[in-house]
């Protein structure tokens, strides 16, 4: 990352710091209101799949991060940046196919739709000054699909891949994806009913790929807004970090 010669001031600091927490409160909100509409919690919603797809789930977690971390990297020479709202616009109608098929045309779109996120965050990533080719962005790009989900928002545990910093090698990759896969299974899981509620259908297949989009952008801004906060006001990481979580402690999610 090629960093500027800038100097910040506390009043810098404290503003983006501010627009951060905003932004990962409004990352939950979004997923909050389709839960509302849905009428359900984010928790009944893995109760809705087949025991057999349910037990499917960790494993094709795993193959699809590993498939999509490589076809995002391919994507990257053929299709430059996008801006966010076009990404969002694709992923919500390929939501809407999905849900109109039922169960196995959103089965069918889960690994894609993956990989178009995962492509989402490293254009966050880039916006922010970072190269989406050098292993350590590629490990923040997937800790960011380690949050929560914007279905099941946590602020403990989507909040917890922020603090987590290795040395970077292709095993720790490899053990990170292993790592991942069953929080993103979870994830996807909710993703999966959410999509095949009856009735609704292709509608909740949209809106649930919107909410998805929208989170995982909204937190990879929040995770490389982070990262480059700590670099240009050169502070230390954990004190910037407990920063940010009290101020997250002041926004609350809109759960009614």
């Known amino acids: 990352m090629e960093v500027l010669d800038i100097t910040l001031t506390d ?12 932004r990962h409160a409004a990352a939950g909100n ?42 995002a990297q391919r994507s990257r020479g053929v299709v430059g940046e996008q801006p966010g709202w076009l990404t969002r616009a694709v992923t919500t ?5 999905g ?22 965050i490293q254009d966050v990533a880039v916006e922010n000054g970072f190269d989406p080719e050098e292993q350590g962005v590629m490990f923040d790009c997937i800790q960011v699909l380690a949050a929560a989900g914007p279905l099941d928002h946590d602020d403990g545990s989507d909040i917890a891949f922020l603090s987590t910093r290795l040395a970077v090698t292709g095993a720790t990759l490899q053990a990170l994806i292993a ?20 009735v609704l259908g292709a509608a909740a297949g949209a809106a649930t ?38 101020r997250v402690a002041r926004h609350p999610l809109h759960r009614a």
Do not use: C, W
């Open 30 to 71: 979004v997923g909050i209101q389709i839960l509302n509409v849905m009428g359900g919690q984010a928790e009944g919603l893995l109760d809705r799949l087949p025991t057999g797809i349910r037990d499917r789930l960790g494993d094709g977690a795993e193959q699809a991060l590993k498939l999509a971390m490589s076809a």
């Open 179 to 198: 790592r991942v896969a069953p929080r993103l299974a979870t994830v996807l899981g909710q993703k999966l009913a959410a999509q095949t509620v009856p």
């Open 209 to 246: 790929n919107y909410a998805y989009t929208s989170y995982y952008q909204q937190m990879a801004q929040v995770h490389f807004g982070l990262r480059r906060l700590v670099t240009e006001a050169d502070r230390d990481h954990a004190e910037l970090l407990e920063n940010f979580r009290q």
């Open 93 to 97: 109608a390929m939501g809407a196919a």
């Open 11 to 22: 009043t810098d600091i404290d503003k983006r710091l501010e627009d951060l927490a905003k």
């Open 99 to 120: 849900g109109f098929g039922g169960l196995p045309s959103a089965m069918a779109e889960l690994p894609v739709t993956t990989t178009i996120l995962l492509r989402a």
